[in-house]
């Protein structure tokens, strides 16, 4: 399975992680800004890079793997829905220097910024603080689950036992170094990614000779005619488990909506910009970002097209694996499918356990190699499309790569972990155990409290992913149930001056609530309901807590307003501007939206025409490269120019007389 060259790479990575998790351990435990911000003295390049490399997940890759294997380049318009991660245009824009003008460590203690210390800022710190934290569990049961299916096929072991030795492993560095870690380890990781895309680019751009050809190879090995084309259908037809696609065009436009809500509401890695030297660096360390995160793209579609060519050669007769699923099902009634994973391993590890009827079906079915291609044997009767980036590192890439493909994909499964497992320990640690149950607490306590709550969260997440029936289910759910009970309160907290941290508070749990009472009593609910059933019982939370609530303290909205500058329904403060400033925030406020209608195409560009570069579709790849270059040009202009210096701190603008107060000010007021 793997040569001493493949071995000896894996060593070294492992060794590189042990030694750069102690060399850090000393300076992430000075105090808590160096263990969850690195001091903000972390260079935004590194910054960039991190972030590419910590949101190159494991699992988020099998899952566009898995999409693009299926529906070809048009698997990418459903990367709408997570992972092409469209909000990070608004980050790089707008929204991550707003967030590095509060000061702040976390957005539960932003939440004091923008609330007040009352009972409003105290309730809206502390809601947010613990819906991070149930975010965080979900993410991780997605890593977890994503994790042991890929494990697995290359190890004697469960799922489950793979995913809890990788667990342990990345929580021990992660505990030890802190946001130091996070760093410093995801720029390490991303030498071996970049590696990666390399080999498997080379490897899979070989293996085309003409597009006419391989358009038929994809549609057999697919059953999907439409593999090449790259236009939106009305409607398509979808396998098992992506019926919500069926309405295509819809469907896409819906995701898209709620990204927009969502790009407006928050931003990726927020630690970044909180901990990012200038509101300069949150927009060029967010450029860097997405500039390296645009090699994913080439690496996703070349592992689909490999996987394309692999099930061909392992599948000639498709009906072979529905005759295999069917089997199972017969000989062993129990199975489900959120433990089918598990049950595929034993018939492949101790095949004596089971009836030799179905291990000479299974012979008959497959070949004499059936417990390999067993692997790929999805529930429904189909190949298992979140097992086609396994199956290829396994049976397609040549040995020496091997190890450097294994060990790439590892770096990019730790980096999102360590990034999202450090992100909801400074949560837990600053928004809710120093602040309410132990304010004196020393920083050694402090610690040792995080340390309690990454191992916490983790088993949680564990526990979770083990009952998962798929990466799909549960991404999906995450996105549009949490997502959905989250958006509404996070985009009025910036743009309505009115909306206080108690209406935050109830808007948020109402949301909370309603998207796990979704996911136990209504689990069959169409994404077109559940969504606005979810944001729906938040926005009655949003309206009763606001205005059964007293307005936030006019001086802590004033101090907001001229810190960060945000555009919306702040017309009450942004008319005690003097003349001058106020021109100033209008010029800044009019670059930044135009800037946003560049940026968001501009970022779909990126990804998109290296996909058509990939599968020799030149004639679309040139058109994408011209717009491409169309949308750097605009961003050039209105946003990069408009940049403030590196020097250039956080800072407020005079205003006038705050006691003279317009027609227009009193009017409202009353809102």
């Not at 960039?48 to 566009?64: D, E, P, V, Y």
């Not at 793997?65 to 909000?87: D, H, P, Q």
């Not at 919306?568 to 003097?578: S, V």
Request: aromatic fraction near 16%.
């Amino acid at each position: 399975m793997f040569s001493f060259f493949d071995y000896s790479i894996m060593v070294l990575y492992v060794l590189g992680l042990i030694t750069l998790g102690i060399y850090l351990k000393g300076k992430a435990s000075a105090s808590l800004e160096d263990y969850f911000l690195g001091g903000n003295k972390v260079p935004w390049w590194a910054l960039g890079i991190s972030g590419m490399a910590s949101h190159l997940s494991l699992t988020g890759t099998m899952i566009i793997v898995s999409l693009l294997f299926l529906f070809g380049s048009r698997g990418l318009y459903i990367g709408v829905r997570g992972s092409l991660g469209l909000i990070m245009a608004f980050a790089m824009v707008y929204m991550g220097k707003w967030n590095r003008r509060s000061n702040c460590m976390t957005v539960a203690e932003w939440m004091e910024y923008r609330f007040g210390k009352g009972v409003g800022g105290e309730s809206a710190r502390l809601i947010n603080a613990f819906a991070v934290l149930l975010c965080t569990v979900g993410m991780l049961a997605v890593l977890f689950k994503g994790w042991g299916l890929f494990l697995s096929i290359f190890f004697p072991f469960s799922p489950a036992v793979c995913a809890l030795v990788m667990i342990v492993i990345a929580l021990v560095y992660t505990v030890m170094s802190g946001f130091y870690g996070v760093v410093f380890t995801d720029l390490f990781q991303s030498i071996f990614i970049v590696a990666t895309v390399i080999v498997v680019s080379i490897l899979a751009y070989g293996k085309i000779s003409d597009t006419a050809s391989f358009s038929q190879i994809a549609a057999d090995v697919s059953a999907n005619t439409d593999w090449m084309k790259t236009t939106i259908p009305l409607s398509a037809q979808m396998p098992e488990g992506y019926q919500t696609f069926e309405k295509f065009a819809f469907a896409i436009f819906f995701y898209f909506l709620i990204t927009v809500l969502m790009g407006m509401s928050k931003s990726a890695g927020r630690s970044m910009y909180f901990g990012a030297r200038s509101e300069r660096e949150c927009g060029t360390l967010t450029f860097v970002w997405l500039i390296s995160s645009a090699i994913r793209w080439p690496l996703v579609i070349s592992f689909a097209v490999l996987g394309i060519f692999l099930v061909k050669q392992l599948f000639p007769d498709t009906q072979a694996v529905m005759h295999a699923a069917t089997l199972i099902k017969q000989h062993c009634p129990t199975a489900l499918e959120h433990n089918w994973g598990e049950l595929i391993h034993s018939i492949v590890s101790v095949p004596q356990n089971f009836s030799a009827d179905l291990i000479d079906g299974l012979r008959t079915s497959l070949g004499q190699d059936w417990q390999s291609r067993l692997r790929m044997i999805g529930f429904h009767g189909s190949v298992n499309s979140e097992q086609i980036l396994p199956a290829v590192v396994l049976y397609v890439i040549p040995l020496g790569f091997r190890g450097l493909m294994f060990v790439s994909l590892l770096a990019a499964a730790m980096s999102t972990f360590d990034t999202c497992v450090n992100m909801s320990a400074a949560y837990f640690v600053k928004d809710i155990y120093q602040r309410f149950i132990r304010p004196k607490a020393e920083i050694k306590e402090l610690l040792r409290i995080s340390h309690i709550t990454c191992i916490v969260i983790v088993a949680t997440g564990f526990i979770m992913g083990y009952f998962t029936k798929s990466i799909n289910e549960i991404w999906a759910w995450f996105m549009i149930g949490i997502g959905g009970g989250m958006v509404l309160p996070g985009v009025l907290r910036w743009y309505w001056w009115r909306f206080n941290g108690i209406g935050y508070a109830v808007g948020t749990f109402a949301g909370l609530v309603a998207a796990i009472v979704q996911r136990y009593y209504l689990p069959g609910l169409p994404v077109w309901w559940q969504f606005p059933f979810v944001m729906g019982a938040s926005l009655i939370g949003v309206l009763i807590g606001t205005y059964l609530s007293k307005p936030t303290d006019k001086d802590v909205l004033r101090n907001f307003y001229r810190t960060t500058k945000p555009f919306g329904f702040w017309k009450l403060f942004k008319n005690e501007l003097d003349p001058q400033s106020r021109k100033a925030v209008n010029d800044e406020h009019r670059n930044d939206i135009i800037s946003l209608f560049f940026a968001v195409p501009w970022q779909f560009l990126l990804y998109w025409t290296p996909v058509q570069f990939m599968i020799h579709a030149y004639r679309n790849f040139v058109v994408s490269l011209i717009l491409l270059i169309f949308c750097s040009i605009g961003l050039y202009f209105f946003w990069y120019k408009n940049l403030p210096d590196a020097s250039q701190q956080v800072n407020t603008v005079p205003i006038i007389d705050s006691s003279i107060k317009t027609k227009e000010n009193e009017k409202e007021d009353v809102v």
